[in-house]
């Protein structure tokens, strides 16, 4: 098993759209949690950490479930502009974090 | 400049070149990462420094050698490449390098890199 694994879809969702991304990580000693967003050529930029209890910013959720080892993201009103690739990352107490591989999301008129 | 800067952005070398890539962090952050990110593959961490020191090397080949002479600058020299070794190179840095604690990671633009 992968240590962090995502669908790396293309999700081809309509504006306004409802869309949820989940990531399972192999490691139960993980720590901490992020998703991440990557537009094409871009670097990775920070979207949100994930908090045991959940969290949410604006559109944005993101819930972690360690029982089952994964975490989700959930974008509501999908807009034109969140198409991207969005990336999974996960972090024990080393000092390497893992990245999954990414979702890509299309998001179309 | 705010943030993490990376120079060249783009860069074109023979196999038998030497070339250095260059950033800095403008965050006051302790840890800077080195990572190669390829076509349809995940991101790959290549080097760790906290504080200067070397905490990870993650099997990479000696033709990539890294320096850090401070908290806020970064080098990775390049010699005697392998076209397999064109790719997107990120720099990032964080707070500090352990996991954890919501320790994120902010990222430079990159330098695209090509190997002919």
């Known amino acids: 098993r992968k240590e962090v694994e995502q669908d790396p879809g293309p999700f081809n969702v309509p504006e306004g759209a409802t869309v949820a991304f989940n990531c399972t990580y192999s490691n139960s000693a993980s720590q901490s949690f992020f998703w991440y967003r990557q537009d094409c050529r871009k670097e990775p930029k920070l979207l949100m950490s994930v908090y045991s209890s959940g969290n949410e910013d604006g559109r944005f959720t993101a819930q972690l479930n360690r029982a089952s080892q994964y975490i989700s993201l959930l974008i509501r009103d999908s807009k034109l502009s969140d198409s991207a690739t969005y990336l999974c990352?996960?972090?024990?107490?080393?000092?390497?974090?893992?990245f999954g591989r990414g979702t890509s999301l299309i998001v179309h008129p | 400049e705010t943030g993490v800067t990376q120079t060249p952005r783009h860069l074109v070398m023979g196999m038998t070149n030497k070339k250095s890539l260059k950033c800095e962090q403008h965050?006051?952050?302790?840890?800077m990462y080195w990572y190669k990110q390829s076509a349809k593959k995940p991101l790959e961490l290549m080097f760790v420094?906290?504080?200067?020191?070397?905490?990870e090397n993650n099997s990479v080949p000696s033709r990539f050698s890294p320096e850090c002479p401070n908290s806020s600058h970064l080098f990775l020299h390049l010699h005697t490449l392998q076209p397999e070794d064109s790719a997107l190179y990120l720099c990032?840095?964080?707070?500090?390098?352990?996991?954890?604690?919501?320790?994120?990671?902010?990222f430079g633009p990159g330098t695209r890199l090509t190997v002919l």
């Open positions: 420094y906290s504080l200067e020191e070397r905490v």
């Open positions: 965050l006051g952050h302790n840890a």
């Open positions: 990032a840095s964080s707070h500090s390098p352990q996991g954890d604690g919501y320790n994120e990671q902010f």
């Open positions: 990352v996960v972090r024990g107490g080393s000092y390497i974090p893992t």
